[in-house]
């Protein structure tokens, strides 16, 4: 369970073509700032299209998956 110091990022450019590289910490497992928002965020869409539909079918999931 350790953390990548740094991540480079290497790109094939023209000279004076502007490059941006953006460092970040990385963890051995795929933790990346950006995979972790992306996560939380389709998280927050899911828990509201889940709470919609139990609104408007009157309905809990756990009905709906059969354990009630």
Not at 31 to 58: C, H, K, Y
Request: aromatic share 12%; proline share 3%; charged share 15%.
């Amino acid at each position: 369970m350790g953390i990548v110091p740094e991540c480079y990022l290497r790109v094939n450019a023209q000279f004076g073509d502007m490059v941006v590289i953006r460092k970040e910490k990385v963890s051995m497992f795929g933790f990346t700032p950006f995979a972790e928002q992306l996560n939380g965020r389709l998280a927050m869409i899911g828990f509201l299209i889940i709470f919609l539909l139990e609104m408007q079918s009157g309905q809990s999931i756990v009905h709906w998956l059969g354990l009630r």
